[in-house]
């Protein structure tokens, strides 16, 4: 039988802690974390006395660049190593492709794009590039672009030739705007067809203008080989009859209506037939031809 106050199982039953024990435990806890907390925070305290410190060597760093004026070496040193190194990595220009309709010199092309075999590649100036480009005769308008690793492409686009100007007997082709193309040379198979020759002032500005209303008769057009204007803005028309008109200044849809409604007959007599008065028409007969 057991004992008075003798744990019945055998075992030894272990007292809840007194109340200064349990005090005494949380007194200890408390002072672990807190030995914690303040190695941490001395711990980031000396992170970031170290990060303040080195940002402020490397600002004391920079402004005795700038000072010194040798900042503007430092960058180039960098440019220059990073250049090398992508240079010795293969970025360099091995292709420069010109694509376009055919009618410029590939070499004055490549000439005016001024980017050669060798390059850096990423240095390329392309706007540049196109505007050179732009600025040679026949181009309208060009694009300049990089293929990825090493090929430059330019491709053009050629502008089409609208008349042709005599200006003091020199012969210039033009665009619809009248701005100079070329000189027109000698070899013309590959210029389009039916282009017309527009003398005198600011005929080529206002050769698309005449132009609308001269095909508004298709007739008549068809038979126009040259347009002349004057200093007044009123237009003359040479056929390929031999025919001149001369139109109505600020009329010459009228004069041309007129004049469409004439046989062949009525004007075969005659080399002029002026529509300048509006209140009447003048026929230049033909001079008869001497023996």
């Known amino acids: 039988m057991a004992k008075n106050g003798a744990n019945p199982t055998g075992?030894?039953?272990v007292s809840p802690l007194k109340p200064r024990l349990r005090g005494a435990s949380r007194l200890v806890q408390s002072r672990v974390h807190a030995g914690i907390r303040a190695a941490t925070l001395n711990r980031r305290s000396a992170l970031n006395?170290?990060?303040?410190?080195?940002?402020?060597?490397?600002?004391?760093?920079?402004?005795?660049?700038?000072l010194g004026g040798y900042l503007p070496a430092v960058k180039q040193n960098i440019s220059d190593t990073k250049?090398?190194?992508?240079?010795?990595?293969?970025?360099?220009?091995?292709?420069?492709?010109?694509m376009g309709e055919g009618?410029?010199?590939?070499?004055?092309?490549r000439a005016a794009v001024g980017i050669y075999h060798g390059d850096y590649f990423f240095a390329a100036d392309l706007k540049r590039a196109q505007a050179r480009t732009e600025s040679l005769p026949w181009v309208d308008r060009a694009?300049?672009?990089?293929?990825?690793?090493?090929?430059?492409?330019?491709?053009?686009?050629?502008?089409?030739?609208y008349a042709i100007y005599q200006d003091e007997g020199v012969l210039h082709l033009t665009d619809l705007d009248g701005a100079l193309v070329a000189p027109l040379e000698a070899d013309t198979a590959?210029?389009?067809?039916?282009?017309?020759?527009?003398?005198?002032?600011?005929?080529?500005?206002?050769?698309?203008?005449?132009?609308?209303?001269?095909?508004?008769?298709?007739?008549?057009?068809?038979?126009?080989?040259?347009?002349?204007?004057?200093?007044?803005?009123?237009?003359?028309?040479?056929?390929?009859?031999?025919l001149t008109l001369r139109l109505c200044q600020g009329q010459a849809g009228r004069s041309l209506r007129q004049f469409a409604q004439l046989s062949d007959e009525q004007v075969a007599r005659y080399s002029v037939i002026d529509f300048r008065l509006s209140?009447?028409?003048?026929?230049?007969?033909?001079?008869?031809?001497?023996t």
């Open 279 to 290: 209140d009447r028409i003048t026929l230049t007969p033909i001079e008869p031809t001497t």
């Open 11 to 13: 075992q030894t039953r």
């Open 190 to 242: 590959r210029l389009p067809e039916g282009l017309r020759v527009f003398t005198g002032p600011q005929a080529a500005e206002h050769a698309a203008e005449i132009s609308r209303v001269v095909q508004e008769q298709p007739r008549i057009w068809a038979q126009t080989t040259a347009l002349t204007r004057h200093a007044s803005g009123r237009w003359d028309l040479h056929l390929n009859t031999g």
């Open 49 to 66: 006395s170290a990060a303040g410190l080195l940002a402020a060597l490397a600002l004391l760093f920079f402004l005795a660049l700038w």
């Open 83 to 98: 250049r090398n190194t992508l240079m010795s990595m293969g970025f360099t220009v091995d292709h420069i492709d010109v």
């Open 103 to 109: 009618r410029l010199n590939e070499a004055d092309v």
């Open 143 to 161: 694009v300049v672009r990089r293929l990825w690793p090493n090929r430059i492409v330019v491709q053009l686009v050629e502008t089409t030739p």
